[in-house]
């Protein structure tokens, strides 16, 4: 039972663009997310949170945006760089029955072109 | 720091040999640990979590089992290989509450 869907599987933006990365969650107990980015055959590495209690937190290029009646979160990259090609996944947080295991997505492929 | 090891990087095992994955935690003390697994088109789905020694938590029935001897320590392994747990194991740990997930480099497991 996937909680946490990121229904785009890849995503192609030119550099210097914004990138958007969607993510949708079930599980109204989530009270945490975060966003992952991926390289292959490495772990994932962190890139921004936000609580529940919040509905936009911003780190450099990168904004995380939170609708929780909507049960949606995003990731904006302004300006995409080359560099920011990777897999990243979103994930999810909260006292669930797993404790406070993260929950993840799919991911999302994104490539930016120069 | 906090710091945690996970080893062996990659692994080719046949078919019906046994698994042993260590991960280690250093710099910190009763983290929760976990195990991940990443396969092909299905992201990174929890296989077993524990909040303290001797304590597993499983998520998900498979062919695989999970210890912890120590509070630093989360071993992941498997009597008998199946091809169907190829894939790209993950370690992580966290401070209780959830926040500030710490993953490890991972393992590729390749089961031929």
């Known amino acids: 039972d996937q909680q946490v869907k990121q229904n785009s599987p890849s995503l192609s933006v030119q550099e210097g663009r914004i990138s958007i990365l969607n993510c949708d969650y079930t599980n109204s107990m989530f009270d945490y997310f975060l966003w992952y980015k991926k390289y292959p055959a490495e772990g994932p590495t962190f890139l921004i949170s936000?609580?529940?209690?919040?509905d936009k937190n911003e780190d450099g290029r990168f904004t995380v945006f939170l609708n929780k009646s909507a049960k949606h979160l995003s990731l904006h990259i302004v300006p995409s760089q080359p560099g920011d090609s990777a897999v990243y996944f979103c994930?999810?947080?909260?006292?669930?029955?797993?404790?406070?295991?993260?929950?993840f997505g799919k991911g999302t492929s994104l490539l930016v072109t120069p | 720091s906090q710091t945690i090891h996970q080893w062996p990087a990659t692994l080719v095992q046949p078919v019906g040999s046994p698994l042993s994955l260590e991960c280690t935690v250093e710099g910190t003390s009763n983290p929760n640990l976990y195990w991940y697994r990443q396969a092909a088109g299905r992201g990174l789905q929890l296989l077993f979590y524990s909040v303290g020694i001797g304590q597993i938590s499983s998520e998900v029935p498979q062919n695989l089992s999970a210890s912890r001897p120590q509070d630093r320590q989360f071993i992941l392994s498997s009597k008998k290989l199946l091809l169907s747990d190829s894939g790209f194991y993950l370690c992580?740990?966290?401070?209780?509450?959830?926040?500030?997930?710490?993953f490890g480099s991972g393992t590729r497991l390749t089961v031929v």
């Open positions: 936000i609580s529940s209690i919040k």
């Open positions: 992580a740990w966290s401070v209780t509450g959830g926040s500030g997930y710490t």
């Open positions: 994930a999810a947080s909260g006292p669930t029955n797993s404790g406070y295991a993260l929950n």
